[in-house]
């Protein structure tokens, strides 16, 4: 696509950072910018719809009663803030907690004795390297050498790989037409020849270091003993090599291994040609022409922008130097990052982050990049959510792209600096980098960010945003340089409207608008009262032919905007690909165990739905890939929308200028209307933000003002940011001296802006501060006192300061609560809530566990329901209600509320709160369905989705903060099955496919009663079939199932390979044994 006419204004600019030295730090005052608390969220708008009628809607099958329904309608897409993922960790534990004294011996054993020796001294035992993802690459020689019977597959093995009866006849018809090409192809394509049931393969030379004086220690251990032993790795080898060799398409194709070695020069005169930085770069930006067309094959993009060009052969992005990029929103920013991605994979051989804010889109990313990890070979790594292993697992060779969120970024950049890994990381792409200025997870980011500049020099950083302001500041603190640009591909027209008047935005007018056009509208006295603000006038100028998107205030608003609008929609709506509706009603019930939201059901006939963090997120996918493919047309959705999932539409309409009751922010406003046009399929895109006369003026100013400057949160954000940032610093031993954690913070986005944030202290004062804290808290201690010739020249100034003269170490609380990634805020109440629970838990149900693990911060979020409380406690058990009793809440109160009585007693509220949380969390355990959890507490069924998954994290933190302190031992087996239960709380048999990015619980429901029961069951299925065998599924999302349970397998794959590698690896410390 051409740039055309339009017109790209780019700056480039570099700024160059100098942490201030201590000599210079003093505090100055400068203006105050900055008001605390910006961040305070606003509360829910008690609003009943104007044009949706007085009475509030009975139809709403669960009112939520959320009180604080703020700004922030998350999807419950704020990532868990510990450190492991879930699966993995309950994988690790379990191994850990559960394995037999027999298999630790028999561990010990194998990394010692000889079985390396024999298999590797003649390279017997062959090692697959996964060339291709899609074919397993068959050598005549490694064949002849694979007689090797420890490592050869059993018949009953292809049972596991049993393929549901739609793909086995999809591949015998394939198999029949083949025939007809003759017959060596047919055997090629055999799945189950017994050419491919050999697995081994010669492996390289290079690959195993060779033992040196194994052979005489190998024959010497052998006995007959070890033979027991040499069976269970023999196990272990076998079912690695059959998940690796089975994973693999076993088509053998010439052209295709043509293609590979043709990829693979080309990487490497790519490689050269980075290497060599000189101007000459290869086919495609330094990258194999295979990109290129894999982007023309997967993404329909011909040609980069003008713009992208640019900034791709900017000398400074050559030179890898740090670079913010900022464009509007539909820029194409994301292509820039993924080239400079893929070049570091491909060419330099490195390792590379992308850190993206929300979880959902997380996953949208991840399976966009699968494809192009199997076509070029590189893992894609999902850290989000439940998913992601720290520190991440050593691949033998391909590199790997991980796409984290904000949150599990930070804990792989710690498990890397932990291990001493931070280097193997080339580059950390940040999108949406403005979100730096959000709340505790701007601190976060800014916290990761940080480390990385001052752990590893070689690491290149890149942010890319549509909404900057302050780019200076971002520049110093990222040591970077700046590009922008004001293309957009689809022009974007703003409007407003007033009354029955619309108006375009226009910079040039007097007031910011010009008059556009009167409303074009017949409306009945009915509907003049139901829809004062003509919404139904606005969205039916494009529905359904077009896509349209209803920004709401509220969560509330949403729903009953989608039924008001329904209500005055002709019939003829419902005629609009009629019966693909019907199918979306069909799978809704379907993920829903048979429920469905009436108003879901009332609206999606019509083409219409809402979408906000009350809908599962099972239903808000399915939803999503209706309105995506045109079925629905029009969604009714929060803010969050806009800077969630990639869902744009012809025409964007902003309901009111608010997000619950706060007045927009001008950023907000950008990514709401950025939201309008698609590429590729509109010539124009449409924002039309819908006023009041009493926000007239104030929307004028939100229309013209600069972007918001974005502030740095790492004080602001006390617990969960400066003082977390210190524990890691001295837990992870990035800086454990005040002067080198002073200098650390001077480094920060913090430390830039601290005269503007905190002018009445200096950032000296300020970390010695926090330092005294965490050691008041008992989280550190103070050490040994530094002689001065530890003391580097810098500090020498300040050994006046007494501060300057310790070094820090973290105590035993402090690790734990740095390891569970525990809220500092939290920290002390959890340990004696755990000591408490030492004196007397009750066990005879999961009730006191469930609530020494329930979030704390959730509890303060919503208030109970009083009389569903007094109820709920009614139908406990004695036992049961012992624990409310041992807890602090007595039936009293819980009655005297119930009954709506003044108390007199001060009652903790956040016990009584959490004690409620942990009710909703039994049932759920107890009754596994969230419909009928949701309808017993009247509570959103998002919501109680979010609350589960809240709670299996943090029982995860509380497991890893227990592990750390001896006194709470007992606590650890409870705690592994206590987290499995949580994060488990689908059918068991469900989690293998669950494990697929973008197969939710429906989904996988869907494909396990197809028969896709397993990884490998859809790694190898074939789109085609899966489409024509699962409702609902296009072709698109087939493929992408596909590609990401085939990346998924090969990691596991290349996993076990590498563990197999390890434990037939000779100690590199083994005693010498003598010649004989
Ligand atoms: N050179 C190109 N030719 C055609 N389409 C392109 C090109 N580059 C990007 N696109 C497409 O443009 C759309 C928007 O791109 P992208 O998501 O990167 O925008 P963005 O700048 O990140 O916007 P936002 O700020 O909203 O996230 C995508 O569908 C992308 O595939
Ligand atoms: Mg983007």
């Known amino acids: 696509m051409d740039e055309g006419s339009s017109r790209i204004r780019r700056r480039v600019s570099v700024r160059k950072r100098n942490r201030p030295s201590l000599e210079i730090l003093l505090p100055a005052p400068t203006a105050d910018e900055l008001k605390p608390g910006d961040d305070e969220k606003a509360e829910e708008e008690e609003e009943e719809e104007m044009g949706a009628g007085s009475p509030r809607r009975k139809t709403v099958g669960v009112q939520p009663v959320e009180n604080n329904e703020s700004e922030e309608d998350m999807f419950g897409d704020y990532d868990s803030f510990a450190e492991n993922s879930l699966i993995a960790q309950v994988d690790d534990l379990e191994q850990k907690y559960m394995q037999l004294p027999e298999n630790k011996k028999h561990d010990t ?27 397993l690459i068959t050598d005549e020689h490694t064949k002849n050498q694979s007689g090797h019977e420890d490592i050869s597959i059993e018949p009953g093995a292809d049972l596991l790989y049993e393929l549901p009866s739609s793909q086995v006849l999809y591949f015998e018809n394939l198999q029949n037409s083949s025939n007809e ?5 047919t055997k090629e394509r055999d799945w189950n020849s017994s050419s491919h049931k050999t697995v081994s393969e010669e492996l390289p030379q290079n690959s195993i270091e060779q033992p040196q004086q194994n052979d005489e220690f190998s024959s010497k251990v052998r006995t007959s003993s070890d033979v027991n032993r040499r069976k269970s790795l023999k196990d272990h080898l076998k079912s690695a090599m059959t998940v690796n060799a089975k994973a693999q398409m076993p088509i053998f194709s010439r052209t295709k291994q043509l293609k590979e070695t043709h990829l693979s020069e080309e990487i490497n005169v790519a490689k050269k040609a980075i290497e060599s930085s000189s101007d000459d770069v290869g086919p495609f930006y330094s990258l194999p022409s295979k990109v290129r ?3 023309v094959q997967f993404k329909g993009i011909e040609k980069l922008y003008e713009w992208q060009h640019t900034c791709l052969t900017l000398t400074s992005v050559q030179e890898r130097k740090n670079l913010i990029y900022s464009l509007p929103t539909s820029g194409g920013k994301t292509l820039v990052a993924e080239i400079l991605m893929l070049q570091e994979l491909l060419c330099r051989r490195k390792d590379v982050l992308m850190i993206l804010p929300y979880v959902a889109i997380v996953q949208e990313k991840i399976s966009g990049l699968s494809s192009f990890g199997i076509e070029l070979g590189f893992f894609v790594e999902e850290y989000a959510g439940s998913k992601g292993k720290f520190p991440p697992i050593k691949r033998r060779e391909k590199k790997s792209l991980y796409i984290a969120t904000i949150e599990k970024g930070h804990g792989l950049v710690n498990s890397l600096i932990e291990t001493g890994r931070i280097s193997s990381l080339g580059l950390v792409v940040v999108d949406e980098l403005h979100m730096i200025a959000e709340g505790s997870r701007g601190a976060i980011l800014e916290m990761t960010l940080a480390k990385i500049l001052y752990t590893s020099k070689t690491t290149q950083i890149i942010g890319m945003s549509a909404t900057l302001n302050n780019v200076e500041d971002l520049q110093e603190f990222l040591q970077a340089e700046y590009y922008t640009s004001q293309f957009r591909p689809v022009e974007l027209k703003e409007y407003l409207k007033i009354n029955d008047s619309i108006y375009e935005v226009d910079s040039k007018a ?4 010009t008059f556009s056009r009167l409303l074009n509208y017949k409306y009945s006295d009915a509907l003049k009262k139901m829809d004062p603000d003509h919404l139904v006038a606005l969205v039916t100028e494009v529905i359904p032919n077009n896509s349209c998107l209803v920004f709401c205030p509220t969560k509330k608003n949403c729903e009953n905007v989608a039924e008001m609008i329904c209500k005055f929609l002709s019939k003829d709506y419902l005629k609009h690909r009629e019966k693909e509706k019907q199918e979306v009603i069909k799978n809704l019930k379907s993920i829903s165990s048979g429920n469905l939201c009436p108003v879901l059901k009332r609206t999606i006939p019509l083409g219409v739905a809402y979408h906000h963090s009350g809908l599962m997120s099972d239903e808000r996918k399915l939803l999503e890939e209706a309105y995506s493919t045109g079925v629905l047309c029009l969604l009714t959705c929060t803010s969050t929308l806009a800077a969630g999932v990639n869902l744009p539409a012809r025409r964007v309409i902003l309901r009111a200028p608010y997000v619950a009751k706060e007045f927009l ?3 907000q406003y950008k990514q709401m209307i950025g939201r309008a046009g698609r590429a590729g399929i509109d010539s124009v895109g449409e924002s039309i933000l819908i006023l009041q006369e009493k926000d007239k003026q104030q929307a004028l100013e939100l229309i013209s003002r600069p972007l918001e400057n974005c502030y740095s949160h790492l004080v602001q954000e006390f617990t969960k940011g400066i003082q977390t940032l210190f524990l890691s610093l001295i837990g992870l031993k990035i800086a454990t001296h005040l002067g080198d954690i002073y200098h650390f913070m001077s480094g920060t986005l913090f430390g830039v802006q601290q005269k503007i944030l905190l002018k009445e202290k200096s950032l000296l004062e300020i970390t010695v501060e926090s330092l005294r804290y965490l050691t008041e808290k008992g989280l550190l201690q103070k050490d040994t006192i530094l002689t001065e ?8 100034c300040y050994k006046s300061e007494e501060w300057f003269q310790y070094s820090f170490h973290i105590t035993k609380l402090g690790r734990a609560s740095f390891k569970g990634t525990i809220d500092l805020a939290y920290c002390d109440i959890l340990y004696r809530d755990l000591q408490k629970g030492l004196e007397g838990l009750v066990l005879e149900s999961l009730l006191h566990l469930i609530y020494l693990t329930t979030p704390y911060d959730m509890a303060s979020q919503r208030d109970p329901d009083w009389m569903i409380y007094f109820k709920q406690f009614n139908q406990l058990s004695p036992a049961e209600q012992n624990v409310v009793a041992l807890v602090g809440v007595s039936e009293n109160y819980i009655g005297k509320k119930a009954s709506g009585q003044a108390i007199k007693k001060t009652v903790d509220k956040n016990i009584v709160n959490r004690l409620y949380l942990s009710f909703v969390l039994y049932a759920l355990l107890k009754e596994t369905s969230i419909w009928s959890v949701s309808e017993k507490f009247n509570m959103p069924r998002g919501y109680i989705q979010s609350l589960l998954t809240a709670a299996a994290t943090f029982s995860c933190c509380v497991l890893h903060f227990c592990e750390e302190l001896e006194e709470f031992w007992v606590y650890k ?6 987290t499995k239960k949580l994060t488990y709380c689908v059918k068991a048999e469900l989690i293998p496919l669950m494990e697929v990015t973008g197969v939710l619980e429906g989904r996988a429901k869907q494909l396990y009663n197809a028969g896709y029961k397993s990884l490998a069951h859809l790694a190898n299925a074939n789109p085609e079939v899966l ?16 590609s990401s349970a085939k990346m998924l397998l090969h990691e596991k794959a290349e996993a076990l390979q590498g563990e197999v590698e390890e434990l037939l690896r000779l100690p590199a410390d083994f005693p010498p044994v003598e010649k004989a």
């Not at 020796?117 to 291709?132: A, M």
């Not at 090409?181 to 192809?185: A, R």
């Not at 007097?510 to 608008?513: A, I, L, R, T, Y």
């Open 109 to 135: 054993d194998l990394a010692t004795e000889d079985l390396c020796s024999e298999n590797i001294r003649h390279n017997q035992l062959s090692i697959t390297t996964i060339g291709s993802f899609t074919e």
């Open 181 to 185: 090409l003759g017959n060596q192809s």
């Open 293 to 295: 067309d894999l982007y």
């Open 510 to 513: 007097e007031n910011g608008m």
């Open 665 to 667: 922010k001008r950023s």
């Open 789 to 796: 010739n530890v003391l580097t020249q810098k500090d020498a």
């Open 973 to 978: 087996a409870l705690l592994v099955e206590l």
């Open 1027 to 1042: 489409i024509k065998t699962i409702d609902h599924l296009s072709r698109r999302q087939a493929k992408q199932i596909v």
